[in-house]
């Protein structure tokens, strides 16, 4: 395997989830995940772009992040690559999440995921709305205009 093993920094991000959500709010949490996904994730074997956060019973889990398995993995270790995640939250945290979500139009996205000074593997959970299309042209724009302004005052 000619891939490198993360240690700590960054390991994925989610570009698009800025463009087609306005976050309000952010929160760090930790994911509860077996010896065999943390190796996977190490080697960067990980897809967050559509995942989102789901509500079951008093706790909330991550859906649709996708890790997938090392070839080189024994055939022994067998885990389902797009199961729902549980994050661990403090109680306070959970609640106040969940009350944000009962907001028409709330959902809570990975934005990126990444590990910590300690080695811990934490992930970026941003709230917000989804952006219509019209908002969705005026961040274009915005974005357009800021990189034409920097070319143009690099130029002088």
Known sequence: MTRSIIKFGQVAENRKA???????DTIEAGLSMTGAEIKSVRYGLITIVDGFVQKRGDNLFLAGVEIQKLPT???????????????LLHRSQINRMIGQL???????VPLKMYFNNRGKLKVLLGIGHGKHKIDKRE?????????NKSRILKGK
């Open 18 to 24: 800025r463009f087609n959500y306005s976050i309000e």
């Open 73 to 87: 993995a024994a055939r022994v270790v067998n885990f389902d690559e797009r199961r729902p995640r549980q994050l």
């Open 102 to 108: 009962q907001d028409k139009g709330a959902t809570i």
């Open 139 to 147: 961040t274009i724009k915005t974005r357009e205009w800021n990189r």
